[in-house]
């Protein structure tokens, strides 16, 4: 089932998450809650948001944040096709070296698009 | 004059293109057209891809690249705020490293408002 | 058996590459094929273009792109001792974060080997 | 068992180790004894050495390097207090694309202080 | 006068600081607060939280974030042996492409000593 | 006078060099003496080694480390033609945040060239 890579990586964020909440660091606990905060709508929309997060982790590579990105900019009723014109202007300023990323959220969000298709 | 800013880095831009057009590497070259085309409207209009442009720019730490954006965000109509929301997202994705060049951010989009008032 | 890291990826990789493809976004396509072009031979013959795409590609510490392009430097005729010279370079410039890289480089361009030794 | 993923990452490295020791290239070699001397202590004692060695591979997203460095920052007697507060920095000066490794940093130390107290 | 770098440093950084405080987004103001919190004393002290900003700084090649936490290192009463030792592992761990920013930093360290020399 | 650009960097490079070298830390002197070391040649020639250095610089970003690169690359007898190809594969590989990189190494390059031809 290819909607397993959305239910893997949801999982394991999940549990790591609450670890690392449950540790109580300050520091870390303001920096997630600031994380919450900067992607909620302001001068720009939720979509808009969203697919600046997604830039941002695709030419840092960062697969995680990709995969996150990627799930909330579905959430957010983002169609394929803009997605991939984000991920192109990613592609683009960041190189070839952003093309295995690539690879990996093509994959990814055919299973988000298929996990959203199966209802669950 | 805060506006010389503007005109000093695209004085320098425009020279140095010119010459690396000149000098007719076609890789290069193709990769200088698509910089223009991925740009232009499609699924997502100028004004998002301009943000996501900028956005990519800042984590990456280019500020030559984040000036270039920003002058293109203001002909877009971006106004300040959806500007800086953009680098808010920009500077907790990317980390405080990212600061020093929110500071250049700041100035140069000021001295790009200068410009632009001033009817140059 | 090793060299199944060298199927397991070049399944991976096609398989994706036609699903980027098919979707037909033009910027991507382009990229694409710059990235065949950028690397047939010119000023600079296949061997030290491909040489150059490693230690890119090791530095900036993308390790699908590490093993593409130990695959076309052996398909190319280059020698292992030259390959880990580029690579010494590459950890040198790099520093020594670019060791867990270099590590699976060594392990796949030994499994490239045995793939090109059994003959298949 | 959540200590194999410490058994698994010292097996491979040591495996790798060996295989790049013994192919005798002799600017990796020695970039090899570098590492190891850097951080042996000197003006700044071993703990400090093993944060600042620490809080580099997480800014620079290096999970087998953080791994190591967990490994010797817990062998040299540092608290999870003083790691946790370590890696707080390195997440607030890499932004939030380090959350992903920090999420694994956690997963590991958890590891190693299970393996530690098991007596192996 | 070799001081001028530190008071030219500062005083861009403290102009453009006020101007991003002025402009009041939320985000950004509540990063400059954590910055400014996760560098105090905890579970680590503020020399060592000191060296570690540094090493965070100098391996990820942000100039004006060395500056600072050199000038703030020097002001913990931290030596230069320290310091150079901590710059030691970030040349090693992030390669010779630091060796540009290390030598900036031992100019801007020199600076910074002559100027709380002559009491200013 | 357009080689002013390659005096002004290499006395500066050459004074802060000294100052590194006389401050006699173990570590970074090592890692200086391997960097000499890494690019004579070996197994690769002195021109190709050069290369790598350069692409290394160049995606890294190391506007410094271009400029040391594209000097050498000169004295070891490379044309024009050859340092552009190499280049054109670094902004591929790298993406259009390479290019303000690629702008001053067009005018670091036609500066060596003018020097050269003075018969400085």
Same mark, same amino acid.
């Given at each position: 089932?290819?909607?397993?890579?959305?239910?893997?990586?949801?999982?394991?964020?999940?549990?790591?998450?609450?670890?690392?909440?449950?540790?109580?660091?300050?520091?870390?606990?303001?920096?997630?809650?600031?994380?919450?905060?900067?992607?909620?709508?302001? %001068? +720009?929309?939720?979509? *808009?948001?969203?697919?600046?997060?997604? !830039?941002?982790?695709?030419?840092? #590579?960062?697969?995680?944040?990709?995969?996150?990105?990627?799930?909330?900019?579905?959430?957010?009723?983002?169609?394929?096709?803009?997605?991939?014109? %984000? +991920?192109?202007?990613? *592609?683009?300023?960041?190189?070839?070296? !952003?093309?295995?990323?690539?690879? #990996?959220?093509?994959?990814?969000?055919?299973?988000?698009?298929?996990?959203?298709?199966?209802?669950?």
């Amino acid at each position: 089932m290819s909607n397993n890579i959305v239910e893997e990586f949801n999982s394991y964020r999940a549990k790591m998450n609450d670890a690392i909440m449950e540790d109580n660091n300050k520091i870390i606990k303001r920096i997630f809650n600031l994380d919450t905060n900067a992607f909620t709508a302001g %001068a +720009l929309d939720k979509k *808009t948001k969203e697919l600046l997060g997604l !830039v941002a982790s695709t030419v840092l #590579r960062c697969d995680d944040c990709v995969k996150y990105h990627l799930e909330e900019s579905h959430k957010a009723g983002l169609s394929k096709e803009e997605v991939i014109e %984000a +991920l192109s202007i990613a *592609t683009l300023v960041g190189g070839t070296i !952003v093309i295995p990323h690539l690879r #990996r959220a093509y994959e990814y969000w055919d299973a988000v698009e298929q996990e959203a298709a199966s209802g669950l």
